[in-house]
């Protein structure tokens, strides 16, 4: 899916290279984003369609994704080691 910003200086028209796009797999999970900005967002599933990661253009700012054995979530972990966020 595509959504088209107006485009700046031509009235009723939008803009060819300003916009936010999303894909979705088979399931309907978003697997990624493509921001106004140009930076495109991945997100990666495993095959119970859990959310294992999410990539950013800067390797950094990756967050992988840990699941318990009942499919909850309980770590979300950033690739540059900042932290890490832990689920109860």
Same mark, same amino acid.
């Given at each position: 899916?595509?959504?088209?910003?107006?485009?700046?200086? $031509?009235? =009723?028209?939008?803009?060819? +290279? @300003?916009?936010?796009?999303?894909?979705? =797999?088979? !399931?309907?999970?978003?697997?990624?984003?493509?921001?106004?900005?140009?930076? +495109?967002? $991945?997100? /990666?599933? &495993? =095959?119970?369609?859990?959310? $294992?990661?999410?990539?950013?253009?800067? /390797?950094? &700012?990756? !967050?992988?994704?840990?699941? @318990?054995?009942?499919?909850?979530? $309980?770590? /979300?972990?950033?690739? &540059? =080691?900042?932290? +890490? !966020? /832990?689920? !109860?």
């Amino acid at each position: 899916m595509k959504l088209r910003y107006p485009h700046p200086s $031509t009235v =009723n028209t939008s803009s060819t +290279t @300003d916009y936010k796009q999303f894909g979705y =797999n088979a !399931v309907g999970s978003l697997i990624n984003h493509r921001k106004r900005s140009g930076e +495109t967002i $991945t997100l /990666a599933y &495993d =095959n119970l369609h859990r959310l $294992t990661s999410r990539s950013y253009p800067t /390797a950094a &700012d990756n !967050v992988a994704f840990a699941y @318990d054995l009942l499919g909850r979530r $309980t770590q /979300a972990k950033y690739a &540059d =080691n900042s932290h +890490t !966020v /832990a689920y !109860v």
